[in-house]
Nanobody, 115 residues
């Protein structure tokens, strides 16, 4: 499985961005995709995930502001991030887990929210 992430950038507080993650390769083995983020010297933390069945999960800090969705025809997962805060600034990583619990990571994409 290969993951190609895009969509990071610089935005002002209360602005919005949309991250995209396109999967390729053995995509039929994927049962969950999502986004994590990691600030310097901190552990990587879950932001949002979505299963092939459409079940979603969010970190408490982003509930009501971020929305994860997937386009199965394009094998792509999106993270719509609204009402961005400076504390959302960090590197975001796309993640996929297969039905045998193998984990795959895309390259990080930097999100910077200015106050």
């Amino acid at each position: 499985v290969q993951l190609q992430a895009s969509g990071g950038g610089l935005v002002q507080a209360e602005g919005y961005l949309r991250l995209s993650c396109a999967a390729s390769g053995s995509i039929f083995t994927i049962n969950r995709m999502g986004w994590y983020r990691q600030a310097p010297e901190k552990q990587r933390e879950l932001v949002a995930t979505i299963t092939t069945g459409g079940m979603t999960d969010y970190a408490d800090s982003v509930k009501g502001r971020f929305t994860i969705s997937r386009d199965n025809a394009r094998n792509t997962v999106y993270l719509q991030m609204n009402s961005l805060k400076p504390e959302d600034t960090t590197v975001y990583y796309c993640h996929a887990m297969t039905n045998k619990h193998f984990n795959y990571w895309g390259q990080g994409t930097l999100v910077t929210v200015s106050s």
